[in-house]
């Protein structure tokens, strides 16, 4: 059974930074790949990062890159999400997620396990 938690939302102004964390306990978590999607209010659900099992491969959305940096920590089983510079369009539901394989995918359908979520609120 694969759980994934999400920590470290919160409100906070525009330039601000924060970092969201994701502990995940259940299966081979050092194999498989990992990312962060989001939602905002009244829009569709989109893709911010992903990284590959050991971290060699990382990608992450136009709208964050340079911004966001994602990490992963497989001893402890925790990946997190440095967030720089948020902007309100950043306001969301930041969202950890797990594959089964280990290829960092960019859409949500590739994705077995979702966690319930971080809100995430930058004011302008």
């Known amino acids: 059974q694969v759980q994934l938690v999400e920590s470290g939302g919160g409100l906070v102004q525009a330039g601000d930074s924060l970092r969201l964390s994701c502990a995940a306990s259940?299966?081979?978590?050092?194999?498989?790949?990992m990312g962060w999607f989001r939602q905002g209010p009244g829009k569709e659900r989109e893709f911010v990062a992903a990284?590959?099992?050991?971290?060699?491969?990382?990608n992450y959305a136009d709208s964050v890159k340079g911004r966001f940096t994602m990490s992963r920590d497989n001893a402890e089983k925790m990946v997190y999400l440095q967030m720089n510079n948020l902007k309100p369009e950043d306001t969301a539901v930041y969202y950890c997620v797990m594959d089964r394989s280990p290829v960092p995918h960019r859409n949500a359908n590739d994705y077995d396990y979702w966690g319930q979520g971080t809100q995430v609120t930058v004011s302008s």
């Open positions: 259940g299966r081979t978590f050092s194999s498989s790949a």
């Open positions: 990284i590959s099992p050991v971290g060699y491969n990382i």
